[in-house]
């Protein structure tokens, strides 16, 4: 079956643009996280959404970062007047639920020149 | 807070052999899960194996097996026969099982394997 979806797979913007990074989660998984991978680093939380609703966006850098999932299915991810060091790898993932596995999306590589 | 530790960046094994790669982690919960993670080029994460910090016995999946000492907080994975396919980044992770059900990585330990 259809797996995680991530669009773009890959972004170039120019420094303080706006950029959206969207997600299609897995058919009916409720649970669906992003996560940023620096070069050479683990993945780094930044939201989860139970639903329709942020469970938990304590990792969100700052408020330039933005994400929402209207539906409680599609979500999407907004930087506004990105920065260099926004560039990353961004990761999508889903599961079923708490206790069900997590399957990730194959991201989305921003840069930003 | 919750941390994860992987203190090997890069380790190498020859097809074939066994590879144990290591991690670490600090929490004051009891109930929790922890993973490792494979991460090949295509970017796409995949799930290893998994073990819930209330079952004694290590998981095994085929290849894949785990130590977990949960008094040491260590959770190693030990990859046996060892195939060129298993070159990857692997990354060892923590959730907890209340409250937020964040994933916590560590840096990730890049395997490579030696035809």
């Known amino acids: 079956g259809a797996g995680v979806s991530q669009t773009p797979s890959n972004k170039v913007t120019e420094k303080g643009k706006y950029v959206e990074l969207r997600c299609d989660p897995i058919?009916?998984?409720?649970?669906l996280y992003w996560y940023r991978q620096s070069l050479g680093q683990g993945p780094e939380f930044l939201i989860y959404?139970?639903?329709?609703?942020?469970?938990?966006d304590s990792g969100l850098p700052n408020d330039r970062f933005f994400a929402v999932r209207p539906e409680g299915s599609v979500s999407t991810l907004k930087i506004q007047r990105t920065e260099r060091g926004d560039s990353a790898v961004y990761l999508c993932?889903?599961?079923?639920?708490?206790?069900?596995?997590?399957?990730f999306g194959n991201g989305t590589r921003l840069t930003v020149t | 807070a919750q941390t994860v530790t992987q203190s090997q960046p890069e380790m190498s094994v020859q097809e074939a052999e066994t590879v144990t790669l290591s991690c670490t982690y600090d929490?004051?919960?009891?109930?929790?899960?922890l993973f490792w993670y494979k991460q090949p080029p295509s970017r796409q994460m995949i799930l290893v194996i998994r073990?819930?910090?209330?079952?004694?016995q290590n998981a095994t999946e085929n290849r894949f097996s785990v130590n977990f000492q949960k008094a040491a907080k260590s959770f190693s994975l030990k990859i046996s026969d060892s195939q060129l396919g298993d070159a990857a980044m692997y990354f060892c992770?923590?959730?907890?099982?209340?409250?937020?059900?964040?994933?916590?990585f560590g840096t990730g330990t890049r395997l490579k394997v030696l035809a």
């Open positions: 993932a889903s599961s079923l639920g708490q206790n069900s596995p997590l399957h």
């Open positions: 058919s009916g998984h409720t649970a």
């Open positions: 959404f139970q639903g329709t609703g942020a469970a938990d």
């Open positions: 929490t004051s919960e009891s109930d929790y899960y």
């Open positions: 073990q819930e910090a209330y079952k004694q």
């Open positions: 992770a923590y959730r907890s099982n209340s409250g937020t059900y964040k994933y916590i």
